[in-house]
């Protein structure tokens, strides 16, 4: 062998023996690892780093090794939000157990105050408007100062009469549209009284001959019997003759008689039965009635 070939395969069994590097590996100023630095955290954090060796990238891990702490602004945040939860909790809580512990407390009480105030019914004496038009018995309760609601008002229906109501002198026109457009059925104990007390209901039909009738809730007389007699005594039948009384087919309890007047001789008749059959409104007193006095013209 000679020397030029035994020179030729040393570098040969050298480079045999030498180790292997990595096929991803660089030469040169490429091998070093490069170290990138990540963007700025918003927060203020430190800045990530990671290397790349080939084309592998290796990222930092000193996140995973750092103390599991709640940052600063973090536990201040959360702090503030426990704060106006237990807060609003609070009031949630108490606005639920005044609801249930008080508002029936100040249901009573107003229903109380309601039913002693004083209040004047000023019934008009239906044997007095008998004789007059239905243009004439408007212009007689305007006079009489009273708080009007004219449900069906005059002129409106073609078989001639009219429906009137008579407010509270404490309760305005624009409180009680709205509480009979919401429906009596649908108050509350406490408004119904206000409403109902010192109210009464005026209809005057034509059609089948002249008929007044009278309606208004009692809330003094403290039973029924007492109800049919304060009734006869408001309008002036307490001396009359009575021809007729007992309970009929819908549960009223009734009297009936004749009266004369200046379009003359009238059938009567007074009817009382309890509120609550005739309002399905719950907290009614149970000495609360419904009176009805009516006054037709004998054919």
């Known amino acids: 062998m000679t020397n030029e070939e035994t020179a030729k395969e040393l570098p040969a069994a050298e480079e045999a023996t030498a180790p292997r590097r ?16 990540g963007l700025p955290h918003l927060f203020g954090r430190k800045e990530k780093s990671n290397v790349v060796i080939g084309d592998v990238r290796y990222y930092d891990g000193a996140e995973l090794s750092r103390p599991l702490e709640m940052p600063t602004y973090v536990r201040i945040t959360l702090l503030v939000a426990m704060a106006i939860a237990a807060i609003a909790g609070g009031v949630v809580l108490s606005k639920y157990f005044d609801q249930i512990m008080n508002e ?3 249901q009573q009480e107003a229903l109380q105050e309601n039913l002693t105030r004083e209040v004047s019914y000023d019934f008009p004496s239906l044997t007095a408007l008998m004789p007059l038009s239905d243009e004439e018995m408007m ?3 305007s006079e009489a100062g009273y708080t009007l609601y ?3 008002p005059v002129g409106t229906d073609p078989d001639g009469g009219f429906e009137v109501i008579k407010l509270p002198a404490d309760v305005s026109l624009e409180e009680a549209g709205a509480m009979y457009l919401t ?7 406490p408004d119904a009284v206000k409403l109902l007390k010192g109210a009464w209901t005026l209809t005057v039909t034509r059609k089948a001959g002249d008929d007044l009738r009278l309606r208004y809730a009692d809330f003094q007389s403290g039973s029924i019997e007492s109800a049919i007699q304060a009734a006869m005594q408001a309008e002036g039948l307490e001396n009359t003759e009575i021809t007729d009384s007992g309970v009929d087919d819908s549960g009223n309890t009734y009297q009936a008689g004749v009266v004369s007047t200046d379009a003359g001789t009238c059938n009567w008749r007074v ?9 399905d409104i719950s907290g009614l007193p149970n000495t609360a009635f419904y009176v009805g006095i009516r006054l037709t013209a004998q054919a």
Not at 183 to 189: E, F
Not at 272 to 279: G, K, R
Request: aromatic share 2%; no cysteine.
């Open 22 to 37: 990595a096929s991803h590996a660089r030469h040169s100023a490429e091998a070093a690892p490069q170290m990138r630095k």
């Open 104 to 106: 029936p407390i100040r």
């Open 139 to 141: 212009a007689t309760l």
């Open 150 to 152: 004219e449900r069906t």
């Open 183 to 189: 429906g009596i059925d649908k108050l509350s104990a």
């Open 271 to 279: 009817s009382v039965i309890e509120l609550d059959e005739v309002y």
